[in-house]
């Protein structure tokens, strides 16, 4: 519920006193364009409620005094209407606020002290906007957002997806006509230096968004008291869907009992096949729009697992998702299905109240984040919102485990990255050790199908794009190199080329497997940001790119970010600035690549070097001085970016809790005095690596740390080893010492290799390195590397010696007859 903030009290005070007046004038005379507006909401509710469908009202208006007040007299008006035709005894409003903003503040205590006061049985629930990810799984007959300051889309896909059928929601907005050049929160934090002035353009396609859905939309103007979006109310009853639980079950009725749709029991019947604890690998993914209960199916799915599996044997069951806050419908559907089984529970909950953890007398359920799901062993793997994970995370977590429950949103408020749908699946499908069961989950929970509302939030964020679909002529341009480069601005997208926006974003969405509505605002608004993409002779986008400027930096200002912890913008500047000390750069402007994607069906055909090409073509043409980009570091992407010319010159110390990858920054020079810069970058990168392996990347892939080493050698010449240390690596060649006790020296020849790569990389093969790497770099123990190698410890230790020896004998000349004779004193 509502936290109080640290106002000081005499604000509140003000606030308090002046949200009482407002009450008292709830009773003022009103407006006739009001009036009227209020005649056909009545309608509106009545029909909608019947069939499942939700309302929107957008109340506009700069006075946001009468908006609060106007705001009161319709969710008192709403359940007044639902409570006199006995429709429903009780309601209860999610309200969001910013808790920043003192008249955010006035709005909200209006709201609340009428409903207190004059709301019967009306509850309001009240929350601060930056807190609506902990409501996700609530049901809410209606919701107010005041987006007066701001405007975020996550917000709006979130809190839209509460609110029930027949349920209003409510956005109180700045006068309509002004709306869209207001300075915003949001807007606020896109401004980077040499870029003070935000675009206005994401304002205006939300606006242009709401004029089109005119079913069950209302947009009322306060300032000239009319309604300027006359509503369609469309009267159908959907028909009601029988719900059928199968006779040959093997989970309790109990809990196919708590299912609310037939796609839930489908879901809760395939969970039975994960009881067979066969050596066969078993999948199960289960895919939806946001709003369809599939993370509520897979808890009940594990419950009934849990009574199944816990009869024979202690049953240990993960959970894992990018956030624990993902998982909370899951872990409430799978208390409720243990409690309806008579199970005696103990639930964990952290302190912010999310249920982290469920154990019984002979079960366990625990969330675990994705990285830390990989390493540990359990009977049964849940992912929940797995399309918010990178491709190469669920690969990993496929591979680590035996019987894996799926649940992935389609288009959800997140994006939802379909990576996961193409590539992902991909390797699922192609596997012949593993049983891959797919369904799909289409009937909506909470209000009708074809909700007027989800149809308008799929449509304003972009929840539905999709990449242009492919012919044979389209595939004959690609073959033939009938392509075109595409300059463009947002401006152009948004508000003149929508079917051109959706193919780019559709694109991206494919791609990445982070994608949020605010990336949607960000792309629109950033005054850094551009588009470049490559089409075909039709136009269709094959491969897309977004590009933020960077650089250009005053020496005062490249200095501060010395000092500063973060900085907006600018981060290969402030990355090479903060790292290596080299300010100068910030005065050198390039291009960072923030995105960069092909067409899902039309990978490895060299599209995505083909852009990259024009964009380094373009980015001579503008005297920039260099161009770069940041992303979560695996072989494949380091491969690609080295094929293209660009050099590794930067590594975050710490993996991505979610993605479990390393960042790294990749460039390519584009004048000399960058060319310079970037060798000095390198060769403090490769040395930095060098003696971090066995600290900071003590558990980074010894397949990474080879791609890391194995760029431009180090310019520093090799560490010689004195004649005592050459007799001691000869002991433990040919004679009695062993690795421990010449390691310094081991470490000292390994490292003078990995310095000079790529020059006599084939000096040793890729196991050999990698066990190096390891061993001597990592300082991994014998059974570690047995585990991470899949291979003896004894072959391990014997692969490590006749590397050494090859490194022995080349660089020192220290072969099976070194050394000669009888040693010599040193006295």
């Known amino acids: 519920m509502e936290e109080e903030t640290n106002l000081k009290s005499d604000t509140k005070e003000i606030i308090k006193k002046k949200a009482e007046e407002l009450t008292f004038d709830i009773n003022f005379d009103v407006p006739i364009g009001?009036?009227?507006?209020?005649?056909?909401?009545?309608?509106?509710?009545?029909?909608?409620?019947?069939?499942?469908?939700?309302?929107?009202?957008?109340?506009?208006?700069?006075?946001?005094?009468?908006?609060?007040?106007?705001?009161?007299?319709?969710?008192?008006?709403?359940?007044?209407?639902?409570?006199?035709?006995?429709?429903?005894?009780?309601?209860?409003?999610?309200?969001?606020?910013?808790?920043?903003?003192?008249?955010?503040?006035?709005?909200?205590?209006?709201?609340?002290?009428?409903?207190?006061?004059?709301?019967?049985?009306?509850?309001?629930?009240?929350?601060?906007?930056?807190?609506?990810?902990?409501?996700?799984?609530?049901?809410?007959?209606?919701?107010?957002?005041?987006?007066?300051?701001?405007?975020?889309p996550n917000y709006i896909g979130i809190i839209s997806g509460l609110v029930e059928k027949g349920g209003l929601l409510i956005l109180q907005t700045p006068s309509w006509d002004k709306w869209d050049n207001k300075v915003t929160l949001f807007k606020r934090n896109l401004v980077v230096a040499n870029y003070e002035n935000p675009r206005n353009v994401f304002i205006t396609w939300f606006k242009k968004k709401i004029m089109e859905h005119r079913e069950n939309v209302f947009v009322y103007d306060a300032d000239n008291d009319k309604i300027i979006n006359e509503p369609e109310i469309i009267y159908d009853i959907p028909k009601e869907k029988e719900v059928s639980i199968p006779s040959d079950i093997t989970f309790p009725k109990e809990v196919y009992e708590l299912a609310l749709t037939q796609d839930q029991i489908?879901?809760?019947?395939?969970?039975?096949?994960?009881?067979?604890?066969?050596?066969?690998?078993?999948?199960?993914?289960?895919?939806?729009?946001?709003?369809?209960?599939?993370?509520?199916?897979?808890?009940?799915?594990?419950?009934?697992?849990?009574?199944?599996?816990?009869?024979?044997?202690?049953?240990?069951?993960?959970?894992?998702?990018?956030?624990?806050?993902?998982?909370?419908?899951?872990?409430?559907?799978?208390?409720?299905?243990?409690?309806?089984?008579?199970?005696?529970?103990?639930?964990?909950?952290?302190?912010?109240?999310l249920i982290y953890g469920i154990t019984g007398e002979n079960f366990s359920i625990s969330y675990l984040e994705p990285k830390d799901a990989i390493q540990e062993w359990c009977d049964i793997?849940?992912?929940?919102?797995?399309?918010?994970?990178?491709?190469?995370?669920?690969?990993?977590?496929?591979?680590?485990?035996?019987?894996?429950?799926?649940?992935?949103?389609?288009?959800?408020?997140?994006?939802?990255?379909?990576?996961?749908?193409?590539?992902?699946?991909?390797?699922?499908?192609?596997?012949?050790?593993?049983?891959?069961?797919?369904?799909?989950?289409?009937?909506?929970?909470?209000?009708?199908?074809?909700?007027?509302?989800?149809?308008?939030?799929?449509?304003?964020?972009?929840?539905?794009?999709?990449?242009?679909?492919?012919?044979?002529?389209?595939?004959?341009?690609?073959?033939?190199?009938?392509?075109?480069?595409?300059?463009?601005?947002?401006?152009?997208?948004?508000?003149?080329?929508?079917?051109?926006?959706?193919?780019?974003?559709?694109?991206?969405?494919?791609?990445?497997?982070?994608?949020?509505?605010?990336?949607?605002?960000?792309?629109?608004d950033a005054p850094h940001y551009s588009i470049r993409a490559i089409t075909t002779h039709k136009g269709k986008v094959v491969s897309a790119s977004l590009l933020a400027e960077e650089g250009g930096l005053s020496y005062e200002y490249s200095k501060s970010l010395l000092l500063e912890d973060k900085t907006r913008g600018n981060i290969i500047p402030d990355r090479i600035i903060k790292h290596y000390r080299i300010f100068d750069f910030g005065n050198l402007r390039g291009w960072r690549i923030v995105r960069i994607a092909t067409h899902p069906l039309l990978q490895n055909k060299g599209l995505g070097s083909k852009l990259i090409l024009n964009l380094i073509n373009e980015s001579i043409e503008r005297n920039l001085d260099w161009i770069g980009s940041g992303f979560g570091i695996n072989v494949e992407l380091s491969n690609f970016w080295a094929k293209n010319g660009f050099s590794i010159i930067h590594i975050s110390p710490d993996r991505n809790p979610i993605s479990g990858e390393y960042t790294v920054l990749v460039f390519k020079p584009l004048s000399e005095k960058v060319k310079k810069i970037e060798k000095i970058l390198i060769n403090i990168l490769k040395t930095k690596l060098i003696y971090s392996l066995y600290d900071t990347y003590k558990t980074m892939e010894p397949e990474l740390a080879l791609v890391l080493l194995n760029s431009t050698p180090v310019e520093e010449r090799m560490e010689e080893l004195n004649e005592i240390e050459k007799k001691r690596l000869w002991a433990y060649l040919y004679g009695t010492m062993t690795y421990e006790t010449t390691n310094d020296i081991i470490f000292k020849i390994v490292s003078n290799y990995f310095k000079i790569l790529p020059i006599n990389k084939e000096l040793l093969d890729e196991l050999e390195k990698k066990i190096l790497i390891l061993k001597v770099m990592q300082g991994r123990s014998w059974k570690e590397i047995s585990k991470e190698m899949k291979i003896s410890t004894d072959k391990a230790e014997n692969i490590i010696k006749k590397a050494i020896i090859k490194l022995a004998n080349y660089y020192y000349k220290i072969d099976q007859n070194y050394p000669p004779g009888i040693e010599s004193s040193f006295l």
């Open 34 to 152: 009001f009036l009227r507006f209020l005649k056909i909401f009545k309608k509106a509710i009545l029909q909608s409620y019947k069939s499942k469908k939700r309302v929107m009202v957008v109340l506009s208006g700069e006075n946001q005094e009468v908006i609060g007040v106007l705001t009161s007299k319709l969710i008192l008006l709403y359940e007044s209407i639902l409570r006199e035709e006995q429709i429903v005894k009780d309601s209860n409003f999610l309200y969001v606020f910013y808790d920043s903003s003192d008249t955010s503040k006035l709005k909200k205590e209006i709201a609340k002290k009428n409903v207190k006061e004059k709301g019967g049985k009306l509850k309001l629930s009240i929350y601060r906007i930056e807190d609506s990810k902990k409501l996700m799984g609530q049901t809410f007959q209606g919701a107010i957002i005041d987006l007066y300051e701001d405007l975020r």
């Open 381 to 524: 793997l849940a992912i929940d919102e797995a399309s918010g994970l990178p491709v190469t995370l669920l690969v990993k977590l496929w591979q680590s485990h035996k019987k894996i429950l799926i649940a992935s949103t389609l288009h959800g408020y997140e994006g939802a990255g379909r990576g996961f749908s193409f590539r992902f699946l991909n390797y699922l499908k192609k596997d012949e050790n593993t049983i891959l069961k797919l369904l799909e989950m289409v009937t909506p929970i909470r209000y009708a199908e074809n909700d007027p509302i989800e149809k308008w939030v799929f449509d304003v964020l972009l929840l539905d794009a999709e990449p242009a679909e492919i012919d044979e002529q389209d595939l004959k341009d690609i073959n033939n190199g009938k392509l075109n480069y595409l300059i463009t601005k947002p401006e152009e997208l948004f508000l003149n080329n929508e079917q051109l926006l959706r193919q780019i974003f559709g694109i991206y969405v494919q791609a990445h497997y982070r994608n949020e509505p605010d990336d949607l605002a960000l792309i629109a």
């Open 266 to 353: 489908n879901v809760i019947k395939e969970s039975e096949s994960l009881i067979d604890f066969s050596e066969k690998k078993k999948v199960i993914v289960v895919t939806a729009n946001r709003g369809r209960g599939k993370s509520c199916a897979i808890g009940l799915s594990l419950s009934g697992l849990v009574k199944s599996i816990s009869d024979k044997k202690k049953v240990k069951i993960i959970v894992t998702s990018p956030s624990l806050e993902n998982t909370q419908s899951l872990m409430e559907l799978a208390i409720k299905g243990l409690e309806k089984q008579n199970f005696k529970i103990k639930v964990d909950k952290n302190k912010e109240n």
